[in-house]
């Protein structure tokens, strides 16, 4: 069987059989890959804990008819998130979040898997509430996925903003003219933190009061549900 090498970060895992595991893989450049990995299971395994969610890890893989399978693997950043459950939620939901938006298995996708690798590094480092590097890597990874939001501009007209309502339908802000039934109307604070997230001015979102930052965590939790066509199963355990 042909090999290949990469780096990834691990996704979910599944178990196979009394001693395997199914690994899902976003890798930097053969894009989601499934791979299994024999004998992860067993105490003996070399493997051990590199094949975790949140392990960005440098592989060596063989070609298969449906599975490829993991032949090495050498841990580059553990990413130790589950020490704390606010960054482990916000790391499940993010690594469910990339999962989704590459649906096409081996379809390459740099930006994707650059985006996760910071994000989680972000993450583990505990510079920023772990709320606020969810959000914001929430919105830049829709926006390489074809789905950028507009907060300074109408969504619908192209008019300069500021605008005062949001529906995450229509792609963002909306003007008086263009707003549509069911619209929400944030506070022109919530408006700046969320263009702050998304372009990633972190002294804005550091300095964000907590009301402004709960209502726009919403409204990006409403933005991805849209474009997702369903929610999240990991957003349920995260404190928005």
């Known amino acids: 069987m042909p090999l290949y090498r990469d780096e990834a970060i691990v996704l979910r895992t599944h178990k196979l059989g009394e001693a395997d595991r199914i690994i899902t893989l976003l890798t930097r450049h053969h894009g989601r890959v499934r791979a299994v990995a024999k004998g992860v299971r067993r105490t003996s395994s070399k493997f051990g804990s590199r094949l975790e969610p949140f392990t960005h890890v440098d592989l060596q893989l063989a070609e298969g008819r449906s599975l490829d399978t993991i032949t090495q693997a ?11 459950y606010d960054r482990y939620t ?3 939901v993010m690594l469910e979040t990339a999962d989704r938006l590459v649906a096409e298995e081996k379809q390459p996708s740099l930006q994707q898997f650059l985006l996760l690798v910071g994000g ?3 993450m583990a480092a505990g510079e920023h509430a772990p709320g606020q590097v969810l959000d914001s890597y929430l ?6 996925a074809g789905y950028a939001p507009s907060f300074e501009h109408c969504a619908r007209c192209g008019e300069e903003g500021p605008h005062r309502w949001f529906n995450p339908s229509m792609g963002g802000v ?3 003219t263009c707003r549509v039934p069911g619209s929400a109307s944030p506070a022109p604070e919530t408006v700046a933190l969320l263009a702050a997230l998304l372009t990633g001015d972190w002294p804005i979102v550091d300095a964000a009061h907590p009301r402004h930052l709960k209502e726009a965590s919403t409204l990006v939790a409403a933005y991805l549900a849209w474009h997702l ?9 995260v404190e928005r």
Not at 74 to 84: I, K, S, V
Not at 229 to 237: D, N, V, W
């Open 139 to 144: 919105l830049r990874s829709l926006s390489v």
């Open 229 to 237: 066509e369903r929610g999240l199963k990991s957003m349920a355990y």
């Open 120 to 122: 989680l590094r972000a």
């Open 90 to 92: 916000a790391g499940t």
């Open 174 to 176: 909306l003007c008086v």
């Open 74 to 84: 050498e841990t580059l950043t553990a990413n130790p998130l589950g020490l704390d």
